[in-house]
């Protein structure tokens, strides 16, 4: 059973910065596709990065420009640097490798 665990959370003004840090209790270079979803209230969840199975890197459109995912394979960790954040941005980020979730760690953007 992989776990993965997230941090890097926080309260935030709009236009700051936060860098998410997802750990891996595996190496993650086994798995085709990871990165990032979130869920903001009443909505559903929704993909924001990822690196896809060939390789690539996949974003949000609205994230586009202003989300950088990463990874250190040696670490096993997953990163997610978010700049310019907007009130929209506001809600729970989720971890996930192939088919495994993180719990969660929540991103409040105020006005």
């Known amino acids: 059973q992989v776990q993965l665990s997230e941090s890097g959370g926080g309260l935030v003004q709009a236009g700051g910065s936060l860098k998410l840090s997802c750990a891996a209790s595996e190496n993650i270079h086994i798995f085709n596709t990871m990165g990032w979803y979130r869920q903001a209230p009443g909505k559903q969840r929704e993909l924001v990065a990822a690196?896809?199975?060939?390789?690539?890197?996949n974003y949000a459109d609205s994230v586009k420009g202003r989300f950088t995912i990463s990874r250190d394979n040696d670490k096993n960790m997953i990163y997610l640097q978010m700049d310019s954040l907007k009130p929209e941005d506001t809600a729970i980020y989720y971890c996930f490798c192939q088919w495994y979730w993180g719990q969660g760690t929540q991103v409040t953007v105020s006005s």
């Open positions: 690196f896809t199975s060939d390789g690539t890197t």
